[in-house]
């Protein structure tokens, strides 16, 4: 039985890569919790506070060896994983050796540094996916520089554009939301090791060298502060993980409107039985963009869970730390399946680019209305020009005709506007250059974001 559409077997493989769920499986949280019970004695032993032969020992003891049901049925009594888990792991361990495990530690210095190094396992797997999907993207993007398209306003044709351009949008604003991360990473990546209040590592100039040692040896950040409810780290990574999925999500929903039969302008990549229905067999769903907007849906929820623990009393909250733990998985798993689905379309998204060249005469010349109006201006006023046209359209809804034709019949016309002048209004291409010159600087930012990413992955 499952509670998630992430773990469940029916579902969990449309949204979340089999890779991803490894690392957030429960053997790989068993495996980071003894891994930081070796680092807590290896850097204690360093220090002088724990005797040689402990963290040999822990290093010894194999994860898969644990029972996990038992474990999960003491952890309903206890409340927590961590001791279970730690009365399992001293009767693994010489008599010599089991006073000396968890030595200083608390519950929440083993739960939060295993949380710890699961994400940054998550993150060194999905960064090359999110550079992966910037590279496909400015592709894309300088590909259809020139192909023109329908600039839509509140869903309304308002101007021409490129596709390219619309492109360059959906590349700038996921490199908006990734670009923070390599700053991100060391005030997120931490380690925790500060004992039942916090005050672990102030206890002695030894206590603070094998709390940085620690830290170094999980390959986490030190932070000399406890982070025990100062939850800026788990906050941050649900904030960032959100504004991905968001960014995401706008390419999404994009796809979905233009992958639309009405405008038929893209599709996603055919794949032989995906985004079939079972009741109409000429269907083709866009499923990569519903994964994508599903995670974004979901991760909102999430994301407000994450923000609540915020407000931890005292030392240590009850209910608020839990919390996360129903969270920040899910929101790691989210972001596998959405960059998964984004690489694909941004790889293999199929452009019919007659399809936008014909949805550009769609309203019969009303796409070209305000350059129409803006020529006009000069010789007529703003004021004047714009009321004209604004009347021109309405004509054009009643009778059918091109706006070049309403406007071209008027006696107000100045005589300059005549022959080929007024047809250059009605052509795209100045639109569309304008639109493309956009493009070389969404895909400058999209290199500096990679190159940055790439170093940090």
Known sequence: MSFSALDSTLSGPLFVPLSIAEIWSDQSRLASMLKVEWALAMAQTK????????????????????DLLALGQSTALSGVPTIPFLAALRKKLPPECEPFVHKGATTQDVMDTALMMQVQQSMESLLPQAVEVL???????????????VGRSYGQHAMPVSFGYKVAIWLSGL??????????????????????????????PAHAKAAEEFARLLGLAFDPVPWHVRRSPVVSLAAFVTQVLGALAKMAADIVNLSSTEVGEVSEPFIAGRGGSSAM??????????????????????NQTVQAALVASHERPAGAWHGEWHALPQLLGLLA?????????????????????????????????DA??????????????????????????????????????WPEMPVSFKGERLKDLFDPTPAVQAASMIIPSSRAQAMHVMAALSRKG
């Open 175 to 204: 490199c908006d939301a990734l670009a923070p991360w390599p700053a991100l990473a060391p005030a997120v990546l931490k380690a925790s090791l500060s004992g039942p209040v916090g005050t672990l590592s102030g206890r002695s």
């Open 47 to 66: 220090n002088g506070l724990c005797p040689p032969g402990v963290a040999e020992a822990l290093a010894a003891i194999n994860p898969m060896d644990f």
């Open 281 to 302: 067999p000429h269907k083709r769903n866009p499923v990569a963009a519903t994964v994508i907007l599903a995670a974004f849906q979901a991760a909102q929820g999430l």
């Open 372 to 409: 129409v109006a803006s020529a006009l201006s000069v010789d007529l006023g703003a004021s004047r020009a714009h009321h004209l046209i604004e009347q021109a359209a309405g004509t054009v809804r009643q009778t059918g005709q091109h706006l070049s034709q309403v406007v071209g019949a």
């Open 337 to 369: 399946g959405a960059l998964h689905e984004a690489k694909r379309i941004a790889e293999g998204l199929e452009v019919d680019a007659a399809r936008m060249a014909a949805n550009l005469d769609m309203t019969h010349g009303l796409i070209y209305a």
């Open 135 to 149: 590279a496909a993207l400015s592709a894309l993007a300088s590909r259809h520089a020139q192909t023109p398209c």
